[in-house]
């Protein structure tokens, strides 16, 4: 987690040198009570107001009402927040304040109180009742919610003492694969909430000069083919020779991308024996294909294809599945 801490007081920024050392990050103080290997700030307020989503996470060694009138204007929802905890300026306690399950905030104070031997702080329900909340079950999973407002509503449940199911289908197997659900119960309401994995890898090979309306089209395609969700793809790959392909970049972007995995040629000659290949492809950029191999290895490699090869006009788009 990328951190930021800071402070506004001399003793603070002491302490915050030894919180730096702990827990790494960078360091924050005022310049007239500046510190070795800290960050100096002429104004605290615009400081913060600059970089408050540039890191994941926010320590603020300073009174919890200084930090809620600060961040006030500043946080948005829970699902993009980053985590923020405060701890007092005598080290006593670690207080999870903002994003405690999704962004962080109830580990990091608990990191926290474990390596500066603070108390930490954690007021969320479900925590402190020794229950598993909806949110903090999709981020283990390394999922996306399909709603933050489902996903409270069965949370509340949990809370309550309530009984939920957790749908676990055998071909229908322990990885929710299945392409349909049975739900048993004498309940005429029942709240759901979906957690979609982040498990699939898509490799992109294009004609060069591709038009982005194209490279979207032919994801969707091959999504809607396979009864897949663009929800769960992971990353993006290709080939070096398409890293500055103008309308893949743009594609991605449209899809909340701003990168993907480079994929150098001399790392798929090696294998590219193993894929369907081109000897047309092969003697324009020196390897047989593209899609294929650059999925599979930017994959953790312990998968299976869902889609080999879909093509429409001019755009390949391989989709490799992680277990």
């Not at 603020?60 to 405060?86: C, E, H, N, Y």
């Not at 490799?203 to 969707?220: F, M, P, Q, T």
Request: charged fraction near 30%; include cysteine.
């Amino acid at each position: 987690m990328k951190l930021a801490i800071w402070t506004v007081t001399r003793g603070a920024g002491i302490r915050g040198k030894k919180v730096k050392e702990k827990l790494g990050g960078d360091l924050f103080t005022l310049k007239k009570f500046f510190v070795d290997e800290s960050i100096p700030m002429d104004n605290f307020t615009e400081t913060l107001n600059e970089n408050f989503n540039k890191y994941e996470g926010h320590i603020f060694i300073m009174a919890t009402g200084i930090v809620i009138r600060k961040i006030s204007t500043l946080i948005k929802s829970k699902d993009v927040d980053p985590a923020v905890i405060v701890i007092d300026e005598n080290l006593n306690f670690a207080i999870s304040l903002l994003s405690g399950h999704l962004g962080g905030a109830n580990e990091l104070a608990k990191v926290a109180g474990e390596k500066l031997n603070l108390l930490p702080i954690i007021t969320t329900s479900s925590d402190v009742t020794g229950k598993i909340a909806v949110d903090t079950l999709g981020q283990k999973l390394n999922g996306e919610l399909e709603s933050l407002e489902k996903a409270k509503n069965v949370t509340a449940l949990i809370v309550d003492g309530k009984e939920v199911f957790l749908s676990l289908p055998k071909n229908i197997n322990l990885n929710g694969k299945g392409e349909g659900g049975i739900i048993v119960s004498n309940r005429e309401k029942i709240e759901t909430v979906r957690i979609y994995p982040k498990n699939l890898i898509v490799g992109l090979g294009a004609r060069k000069n591709i038009e982005k309306e194209k490279v979207l089209k032919a994801i969707d395609l091959a999504f809607e083919k396979n009864n897949l969700s663009k929800k769960s793809i992971k990353k993006f790959a290709t080939v070096d020779v398409k890293e500055n392909e103008f309308g893949i970049i743009e594609a991605l972007k449209d899809l909340g991308f701003q990168g993907m995995d480079i994929i150098s040629r001399a790392e798929i000659l090696p294998i590219e024996n193993k894929f369907e290949g081109s000897e047309f492809v092969k003697k324009q950029i020196g390897v047989s294909s593209v899609s294929e191999p650059c999925a599979f290895l930017s994959s953790n490699k312990n998968g299976k294809f869902l889609e080999k090869k879909f093509k429409y006009e001019g755009v390949t788009v391989s989709i490799y599945e992680e277990n």
